[in-house]
């Protein structure tokens, strides 16, 4: 019998790498303050957020269900912050602020997003994580949960990145 083989350790984030990637998604895109996304994992091989539920989100007022456009905008934030992660995590050499100095030219080349079970509950769950990245490309794959851990609606993303 074989052992299997470890993964290799993932190499954590910089302090100051993740603060600015916060300051960036958080504080610097104003769209993503409308929707009050939070980051709450930063890896580089996932990333995961946070959406509260709150009455400008309400798509279908009397279901009191969040707005698919909120869960498109959420998925596509996340698929990018993904890219973001992994290019960071391919760059380890370079120094935080220059790796922040990166994602000038990032942007959504194609999105799809299939909504699976109505959006109803106080908070919601964002994953994402990149499925390849290339020199010029990314691929990402993305997840809408629900405060009860169901997952409401899935993602996939291409972004450009150079």
């Known amino acids: 019998m074989t052992e299997a083989l470890a993964a290799p350790a993932e190499t954590p984030f910089e302090e100051e790498f993740v603060t600015g990637l916060k300051k960036i998604f958080e504080e610097m895109i104003v769209f993503n303050q409308v ?4 980051i709450t994992s930063l890896k580089p091989t996932q990333v995961r957020g946070r959406i509260d539920m709150k009455p400008d989100l309400i798509g279908h007022f009397s279901l009191n269900r969040i707005h698919g456009g909120v869960i498109s905008a959420g998925l596509d934030t996340m698929g990018g912050l ?5 290019i960071g995590a391919r760059h380890m050499d370079e120094t935080p602020t220059q790796r922040l100095h990166r994602f000038g030219k990032l942007g959504t080349i194609d ?17 994402a994580e990149v499925m390849r ?14 405060a009860d851990g169901k997952l409401l609606s899935t993602g996939a993303g291409v972004y450009i990145v150079s």
């Open 133 to 146: 990245l290339g020199s010029r490309v990314a691929s990402t794959r993305m997840e809408f949960l629900g």
């Open 111 to 127: 999105l799809r997003i299939d909504y699976l079970r109505p959006g109803i509950g106080e908070y919601f769950e964002l994953r």
């Open 35 to 38: 929707l009050g996304l939070k």
């Open 82 to 86: 993904a890219v973001m992660a992994a």
